[in-house]
Protein backbone atom coordinates (compact mmCIF):
# COMPACT_ATOMS: atom_id res chain seq x y z
CA UNK A 1 0.00 0.00 0.00
CA UNK A 2 2.97 2.69 0.95
CA UNK A 3 4.87 1.78 -2.64
CA UNK A 4 1.28 2.73 -4.28
CA UNK A 5 1.26 5.73 -2.32
CA UNK A 6 4.70 6.88 -2.99
CA UNK A 7 3.93 5.89 -6.93
CA UNK A 8 0.81 8.07 -6.70
CA UNK A 9 2.75 11.14 -5.16
CA UNK A 10 5.69 10.56 -7.85
CA UNK A 11 3.14 10.74 -10.39
CA UNK A 12 1.83 14.17 -9.14
CA UNK A 13 4.80 15.62 -9.07
CA UNK A 14 5.42 15.14 -12.61
CA UNK A 15 1.98 16.40 -13.99
CA UNK A 16 2.46 19.26 -11.80
CA UNK A 17 5.64 20.07 -13.43
CA UNK A 18 4.14 19.62 -16.98
CA UNK A 19 1.87 22.87 -16.58
CA UNK A 20 1.59 25.44 -18.84
CA UNK A 21 4.46 28.16 -20.39
CA UNK A 22 6.17 30.20 -17.23
CA UNK A 23 5.16 33.72 -16.73
CA UNK A 24 8.39 34.76 -18.09
CA UNK A 25 7.65 32.97 -21.43
CA UNK A 26 4.09 34.50 -21.22
CA UNK A 27 5.63 38.09 -20.75
CA UNK A 28 7.90 37.83 -23.14
CA UNK A 29 5.43 36.41 -26.00
CA UNK A 30 2.26 38.39 -24.82
CA UNK A 31 0.72 35.03 -23.29
CA UNK A 32 -0.44 34.41 -26.95
CA UNK A 33 2.16 31.71 -28.36
CA UNK A 34 5.78 32.40 -29.34
CA UNK A 35 5.09 35.15 -31.57
CA UNK A 36 5.67 38.30 -29.54
CA UNK A 37 2.66 41.06 -29.91
CA UNK A 38 4.92 43.97 -30.08
CA UNK A 39 8.59 44.48 -31.40
CA UNK A 40 9.08 47.97 -29.99
CA UNK A 41 12.58 48.23 -28.45
CA UNK A 42 13.86 44.98 -30.22
CA UNK A 43 15.99 44.94 -33.13
CA UNK A 44 14.64 42.33 -36.11
CA UNK A 45 17.84 40.54 -38.23
CA UNK A 46 17.35 39.23 -41.17
CA UNK A 47 19.68 35.91 -42.11
CA UNK A 48 20.37 35.13 -46.07
CA UNK A 49 20.41 31.66 -46.38
CA UNK A 50 24.09 31.35 -46.70
CA UNK A 51 24.54 32.99 -43.62
CA UNK A 52 25.15 36.65 -44.10
CA UNK A 53 23.04 39.67 -42.91
CA UNK A 54 20.72 40.67 -45.41
CA UNK A 55 18.64 43.42 -43.12
CA UNK A 56 18.67 45.06 -39.65
CA UNK A 57 16.08 47.00 -38.81
CA UNK A 58 16.01 48.51 -35.07
CA UNK A 59 12.19 49.16 -33.71
CA UNK A 60 12.75 52.18 -31.38
CA UNK A 61 9.70 53.08 -29.11
CA UNK A 62 9.83 56.63 -29.88
CA UNK A 63 10.66 57.31 -33.61
CA UNK A 64 9.50 54.04 -35.68
CA UNK A 65 12.40 51.53 -37.05
CA UNK A 66 15.66 52.34 -37.69
CA UNK A 67 17.49 50.87 -40.48
CA UNK A 68 20.65 53.05 -40.98
CA UNK A 69 20.85 56.32 -41.34
CA UNK A 70 21.27 57.01 -44.25
CA UNK A 71 18.11 54.87 -45.49
CA UNK A 72 14.63 56.63 -44.55
CA UNK A 73 11.45 54.14 -43.23
CA UNK A 74 8.69 55.10 -45.02
CA UNK A 75 6.12 52.34 -42.96
CA UNK A 76 6.88 49.54 -40.99
CA UNK A 77 3.91 47.16 -39.87
CA UNK A 78 4.45 44.01 -37.42
CA UNK A 79 0.97 41.91 -36.89
CA UNK A 80 0.56 38.45 -34.97
CA UNK A 81 -0.89 35.90 -37.18
CA UNK A 82 -1.15 33.20 -34.56
CA UNK A 83 0.63 31.10 -31.96
CA UNK A 84 4.05 30.96 -34.05
CA UNK A 85 3.43 33.62 -36.78
CA UNK A 86 3.62 36.84 -37.33
CA UNK A 87 3.76 38.86 -40.78
CA UNK A 88 5.81 42.09 -41.05
CA UNK A 89 6.43 44.97 -43.79
CA UNK A 90 8.40 47.15 -44.33
CA UNK A 91 8.72 50.00 -47.07
CA UNK A 92 12.64 51.52 -46.96
CA UNK A 93 13.50 55.01 -49.17
CA UNK A 94 17.67 54.59 -49.59
CA UNK A 95 18.77 58.00 -49.95
CA UNK A 96 22.35 57.78 -51.49
CA UNK A 97 24.61 60.86 -52.51
CA UNK A 98 26.21 60.90 -55.83
CA UNK A 99 28.86 63.01 -55.82
CA UNK A 100 29.76 63.88 -59.36
CA UNK A 101 26.33 65.38 -59.88
CA UNK A 102 26.13 66.60 -56.56
CA UNK A 103 22.50 65.37 -55.75
CA UNK A 104 20.92 62.71 -54.45
CA UNK A 105 19.07 59.35 -55.70
CA UNK A 106 16.23 57.87 -53.75
CA UNK A 107 15.16 54.03 -54.23
CA UNK A 108 12.12 52.75 -52.68
CA UNK A 109 12.55 48.69 -51.19
CA UNK A 110 9.55 46.68 -50.09
CA UNK A 111 9.76 44.18 -48.19
CA UNK A 112 6.57 41.28 -47.19
CA UNK A 113 8.04 38.53 -45.14
CA UNK A 114 5.75 36.10 -42.99
CA UNK A 115 7.93 35.29 -40.15
CA UNK A 116 7.78 31.66 -37.98
CA UNK A 117 8.75 31.43 -34.58
CA UNK A 118 10.37 28.53 -33.11
CA UNK A 119 11.24 30.52 -30.01
CA UNK A 120 10.42 34.12 -28.77
CA UNK A 121 13.69 35.11 -30.07
CA UNK A 122 14.48 33.01 -33.58
CA UNK A 123 12.96 31.61 -36.25
CA UNK A 124 12.59 31.16 -40.07
CA UNK A 125 11.30 34.00 -42.67
CA UNK A 126 9.75 34.08 -46.13
CA UNK A 127 8.66 36.40 -48.31
CA UNK A 128 9.23 38.54 -51.27
CA UNK A 129 11.60 42.03 -51.40
CA UNK A 130 11.04 44.61 -54.37
CA UNK A 131 13.90 45.99 -55.03
CA UNK A 132 14.79 49.84 -56.35
CA UNK A 133 13.81 49.08 -59.85
CA UNK A 134 10.88 47.78 -58.88
CA UNK A 135 11.67 43.82 -59.60
CA UNK A 136 9.97 41.17 -56.45
CA UNK A 137 12.20 38.09 -55.68
CA UNK A 138 11.49 35.53 -53.18
CA UNK A 139 13.83 35.88 -49.80
CA UNK A 140 14.13 33.32 -47.09
CA UNK A 141 16.62 32.21 -44.05
CA UNK A 142 16.34 33.05 -40.65
CA UNK A 143 15.47 35.63 -38.26
CA UNK A 144 16.68 36.81 -34.84
CA UNK A 145 14.85 39.17 -32.36
CA UNK A 146 16.71 41.14 -29.71
Do not use: W
Not at 4 to 19: E, P
Not at 31 to 46: R, S
Not at 60 to 76: A, F, N
Not at 97 to 117: A, K, R
Amino acid sequence: MKKVFYVLQFCILVLCGCGSDSEEDEELSGGKGLAPNEIVGKTLTLKKSGGSTYLVAEHLSESGVLVTSSDLVDYGKYSVAGDKKASYDLKVTKKVYIPYYGTYSYSTFVFDIDLNFVSSTIGTYSGTQTNGEGKKSTIAGNFTLN
